[in-house]
């Protein structure tokens, strides 16, 4: 018996990947761009924050994120370096993610209204309803990128990735993920220091919910990486204060947008399953 489960358990992943890339879920290692190892230009001096703060100020008409002090927490401007690494192109979709699920059994992305109440977030539960998995991933948003993950199912995908390809997968580190959305001479945004609504998505000029990854090619980073600005917040594998992990990035429902720098940092509870928050991989490099 305690031979047959092993083989009857390889047997089932089996026919679960099988059945993943028989209805077009990639099982499959996402693309990457590379970042060499070495120094760059991290964090944000006072004039990067002050324009940050009115690019909001014009955005809302209002002054809230400079009276709570939003980019007061980020890294004092400095020369900082990483080792190299690969990290996903795009977030990780929901085509990608299904594939996980289907393999593993792992619980698909989904809040119920006392969970989603119980984060006292600005956002109705009738909100969540476009990205809430039912029998199965929303229909028509294959190439959107999965939110309502918390940072543990983000973690498990790394690890069910590892297994699958023999390679090691994990979420990078918030110096990774700065890196890799603004290349090494410290520029704000992605693709230079000035904001330009229509190389992201933002609520700027977006549609207010998620649209498929690579939509935005003028807003690649110097390394290509996509996305990395807007769309949805990304979980890191950094720590801030107790119980909190950093993500960054910004999402789909920011204004200005200053939270959608490379510099910014913002926290979340890990348990979290928001709307507003992906994730993507990176791959170590031998």
Known sequence: MTLIRPVLAGFVLFLSLAAARAGGESAVAPETVAVPAGPFLSGSDRAEREAAYR???AAYGHDVTRQRKWYENERKRAERATGAFEISRDPVTIGQYAAFVRATGHRAPDVDKA???SYGLIHPYPRTEPYRWRAGPPPGRKNHLVVLVSHGDATAYAEWLSAETGQTWRL?????WEKAARGTDG???PWGDDFDADRLN???AGPFGTVPVGGFPDGASPYGLLDAAGQVFEWTADAARSGRYIVKGGSWDDKGCGVCRPAARHTRPPRLKHILV???VVRDVP
């Open 55 to 57: 690019l909001d100020e």
């Open 187 to 189: 520029r704000r945004f």
């Open 172 to 176: 990078p580190t918030e110096l990774e």
């Open 115 to 117: 969970t989603w109440d």
């Open 202 to 204: 933002s609520h700027d």
């Open 278 to 280: 992906g994730f993507r």
